[in-house]
């Protein structure tokens, strides 16, 4: 509640009464949607709540100012990759009429929308299925790639592992190692001002704001991780470098799109990481939210196929 009310306390004062009105809602609320001209909407759980209340332009522009500490010069950067992360870990996705210069995005003008998503941080969801990730008898993990379609938990699921295998844990015998976690678009840490607002362990280190394929050669030659992290992978730059690091003798967990093997072996940059047998465990989330394993056993010689065959369990 206290975390939520926070967040409120970046909107006109007008703005705040009338969210505040569903406050008994507050432990499902997961984003609250303001665009100009149009009825703020808050998502709760599954469901939509449309309040009484059309956002105009100056009032758009005096949440964006506070956002940014009045000085909206200074999160360029950030306004430019589409989101500002806030104190707290929660993230405000910004949409308006964009500058390109040279292929990519100078500034986003007129700012038609903010999308304040509330940090859903939720300690201990990876217990059902950390010890299918540990390799305990070399205190390391399985090459490890969880997948879903948006909204289904995936990062949540990944961050927990990642608090996990960093911090120990003891009741199995797994000892803490070194995770390196290239957080692109601040989604895992919740980095705000060089601090991370999510429990990420205390044997992470994080290179925010930072295309993937470059934090983890970065990572890999100056902080000796044991294991490289990544959300949503996805370009061929993203798989050469989960190559190098796989083939440096650094163990992966990563998430991406999809809905199941089969959403794996069309698509190509995941099709060809599968053919390299990088990934051991593949684990998919349902729409209920619910774990399927998939694990890649080496096939003995002489059958045909890949090295690898999926099996699930």
Do not use: W
Not at 50 to 72: A, G, P, R
């Amino acid at each position: 509640m206290d975390n939520i009310l926070s967040l409120i306390n970046y909107f006109p004062l007008q703005i705040r009464d009338k969210i505040l009105k569903y406050r008994d809602k507050f432990n499902m609320l997961e984003e609250i949607r303001i665009k100009t001209n149009v009825n703020i909407i808050l998502k709760i759980g599954q469901a939509d709540i449309i309040v009484d209340y059309i956002t105009n332009q100056d009032e758009l522009l005096q949440i964006l100012q506070t956002i940014c500490d009045n000085s909206i010069y200074s999160y360029q950067s950030q306004i430019c990759n589409g989101y500002i992360t806030l104190k707290g870990g929660h993230r405000v996705g910004i949409t308006g009429s964009t500058v390109i210069e040279d292929g990519k995005v100078k500034n986003i003008t007129y700012i038609y929308s903010l999308n304040f998503r509330v940090a859903k941080e939720i300690i201990g969801c990876s217990e059902s299925i950390i010890k299918d990730i540990l390799k305990l008898e070399e205190n390391t993990i399985y090459n490890t790639i969880i997948v879903s379609p948006p909204g289904r938990g995936k990062t949540t699921l990944l961050r927990d592992i990642v608090r996990q295998i960093s911090n120990g844990i003891p009741k199995l015998g797994f000892k803490g190692i070194n995770v390196g976690v290239v957080d692109e678009r601040d989604e895992i840490s919740a980095m705000y001002k060089g601090i991370p607002q999510n429990e990420i362990g205390i044997r992470t280190d994080v290179l925010s704001n930072i295309p993937k394929a470059i934090g983890m050669k970065m990572l890999i030659r100056s902080m000796n991780p044991k294991v490289i992290v990544a959300d949503e992978i996805g370009t061929e730059d993203d798989a050469k470098a989960i190559n190098y690091a796989v083939c440096s003798g650094v163990k992966g967990i990563f998430t991406a799109h999809g809905e199941s093997i089969e959403d794996i072996l069309v698509n190509p940059i995941l099709s060809k990481l599968y053919n390299l047998n990088v990934f051991e465990l593949f684990l998919f989330i349902d729409e209920n939210r619910n774990i399927k394993k998939h694990i890649c056993k080496r096939k003995e010689k002489g059958e045909s196929g890949n090295t690898y065959n999926m099996y699930a369990v």
